[in-house]
Structures are given as structure tokens and as C-alpha cells.
């Protein structure tokens, strides 16, 4: 397993995380590394908007440039 150190955090930030580890009876170390895990696991938004580009363009067709020339007329 991998080291992580993290330099200059805040007083109050620190306060926070190390009343929070324990409030659930846990270590910072363990309590900031679930938060770390838990951020890992979900893509940002930039790799999101990578994914949708690599998939190419989606042909919508007719139909859906009809229904919103409709909505669009219609307001």
C-alpha cells in the first residue's frame, strides 16, 4: 500500500476531520482515507465529458429535430 502526506492543511480543517474520525470511534488516517476511497470511485466531470466525446456523435435524426421545431413554434 501506498503513502499519502498531506502538508499545510488547515487548523480548522484539521479540527473538523479529527472530531468527525472520532465521533465514529476511528483514527484521522482511517477516517480521511474512506473519505479519499470514496472520492476515488466516482469520475469527475472531466472524465465524464472525455467518455461522451470518445463515444462520437449520436445521430438524433428527424424526429427529434421535428419535435423540438414543434416546441419551439409552439411557445
Known amino acids: 500500500m501506498s503513502t499519502l502526506q498531506v ?4 487548523e480548522g ?3 473538523t476531520l479529527k ?3 472520532a465521533a465514529e470511534g476511528r483514527s484521522l488516517s482511517d477516517y480521511v482515507l474512506e473519505i479519499l476511497e470514496r472520492e476515488a470511485q466516482h469520475p469527475t466531470l472531466q472524465e465524464l465529458l472525455d467518455r461522451v466525446r470518445a ?3 449520436v445521430d ?3 424526429r427529434a429535430t421535428e419535435i423540438l421545431r414543434t416546441d419551439r413554434d409552439a411557445a
Open 60 to 62: 438524433l435524426g428527424d
Open 13 to 15: 480543517t484539521h479540527r
Open 55 to 57: 463515444r462520437g456523435e
Open 19 to 21: 472530531a468527525r474520525a
Open 7 to 10: 502538508r499545510d492543511v488547515p
